[in-house]
């Protein structure tokens, strides 16, 4: 059974952005619906950012991109109904190609393999959570960003 992805609205989720800028739209995609949750809840406490949308599935997760206009998606590379999720990210390029992605695994060892399929920055789901938000707001500023926070990897040239 498939659930739809959750639509969270700026009403309950997400700040103003004070300087002056819309806020950015982070989608996370992650099969851990606790993860999806806390991981939502976290950035929502950052100003400048607006969860928009949190889903499980690759499908919705492609479906949501579009219908939302993310310009983050926070992904995890272990999802369900593909061999290797990280193929999510091409997909995603193919619908949107301005989209920036962070990805958020449990290895390092996934590191290597999300930046040769196209992320634009990886971090591990252990680092503490200023870090974690630290890398969305990174990955949602601008490619090539020179602020990043420790323990996340950008694409040099990106």
Do not use: Y
Not at 62 to 76: I, K
Not at 121 to 136: R, Y
């Amino acid at each position: 059974m498939t659930t739809p992805p959750t639509q969270l609205g700026s009403t309950n989720r997400g700040r103003v952005n004070h300087r002056g800028g819309s806020d950015r739209r982070i989608l996370i995609v992650d099969a851990d619906h606790r993860v999806r949750d806390s991981f939502a809840g976290l950035i929502a406490l950052a100003g400048g950012v607006n969860v928009v949308a949190t889903t499980g599935q690759p499908a919705e997760a492609l479906s949501a991109v579009r219908r939302n206009r993310a310009d983050v998606v926070v992904l995890d590379p272990r999802l369900p109904e593909l061999e290797e999720g990280l193929a999510l990210i091409g997909a995603i390029h193919r619908v949107r190609p301005e989209v920036r992605i962070l990805v958020l695994g449990w290895s390092d060892d996934h590191e290597p393999m999300a930046m040769a399929a196209g992320a634009d920055g990886f971090i591990c789901k252990s680092a503490d959570p200023v870090t974690l938000v630290e890398a969305v707001l990174a990955v949602a500023r601008h490619p090539g960003a020179t602020d990043e926070p420790a323990g996340w990897t950008e694409i040099a040239g990106s």
